[in-house]
T-cell receptor, first 115, second 114 residues
Framework: DAGITQSPRHKVTETGTPVTLRCHQT?????MYWYRQDPGHGLRLIHY???????DKGEVSDGYSVSRSKTEDFLLTLESATSSQTSVYFC??????????????FGPGTRLTVL | AQSVAQPEDQVNVAEGNPLTVKCTYS??????LFWYVQYPNRGLQFLLK??????LVKGSYGFEAEFNKSQTSFHLKKPSALVSDSALYFC????????????FGAGTRLFVKA
């Protein structure tokens, strides 16, 4: 999975609790992304980063925040988890600034269940 | 607005037969098209992409895809299916106006029967 690890791989939590998911890459790629995967929706972009401390919102960013203090780490935080955030979360990376054409490489995913 | 449609939730094919997984798209500019495959409990793996040039794109594991601008399609094909090709396949599209935004289809599950 292209030098990308995600932790934890599985998590069960309760509504209202904060949750942080971590993505770590060893490829030194500049661009990092967080997606969620839900049946019937494919993957949807939550947030992305185009450099250290440079982040922006995707199409489903409500209820999520991110931080990137180092090139290799991209954190996704659910400030107060809700059942609608039960999903599989994927981190992805890409190398170049040709954002339209560059290939994204994905991590193994984190399965999050919010009870 | 950008969109991608994968009209079949599931495709069944016998091993050794050709397979096709369909994808149609809608973008405002020139499309950049991608196919990914997902095996159980794994992340998405890149198969191939169309950026410009030849309409027939060859990718990993013997897969290829044909870009058809008039039909706004980018169907994934393989001449001879293997049982190990059974997986979930995603088509995705970007265009320059979308910036970082990649639109993924809902996915098509491929079953290859021995």
């Amino acid at each position: 999975d292209a030098g990308i690890t995600q932790s934890p791989r599985h998590k069960v939590t309760e509504t209202g609790t904060p949750v942080t998911l971590r993505c770590h890459q060893t490829e030194n790629h500049r661009y990092m992304y967080w997606y969620r995967q839900d049946p019937g929706h494919g993957l949807r972009l939550i947030h992305y980063s185009y450099g250290v401390k440079d982040t922006d919102k995707g199409e489903v960013s409500d209820g999520y925040s991110v931080s990137r203090s180092k090139t290799e780490d991209f954190l996704l935080t659910l400030e107060s988890a809700t059942s609608s955030q039960t999903s599989v979360y994927f981190c992805a990376i890409s190398e170049t600034d040709r954002v339209s054409t560059d290939t994204q490489y994905f991590g193994p995913g984190t399965r999050l269940t919010v009870l | 607005a950008q969109s991608v449609a994968q009209p079949e939730d599931q495709v069944n094919v016998a091993e050794g037969n050709p397979l096709t997984v369909k994808c149609t798209y809608s973008v405002s500019g020139n499309p950049y098209l991608f196919w990914y495959v997902q095996y159980p409990n794994r992340g998405l793996q890149f198969l191939l992409k169309y950026i410009t040039g030849d309409n027939l794109v060859k990718g990993s594991y013997g897969f290829e895809a044909e870009f058809n601008k008039s039909q706004t399609s980018f169907h994934l094909k393989k001449p001879s299916a293997l049982v190990s090709d059974s997986a979930l396949y995603f088509c995705a599209v970007r265009d320059k106006t979308g910036g970082f935004k990649t639109i993924f289809g809902a996915g098509t599950r491929l079953f290859v029967k021995a």
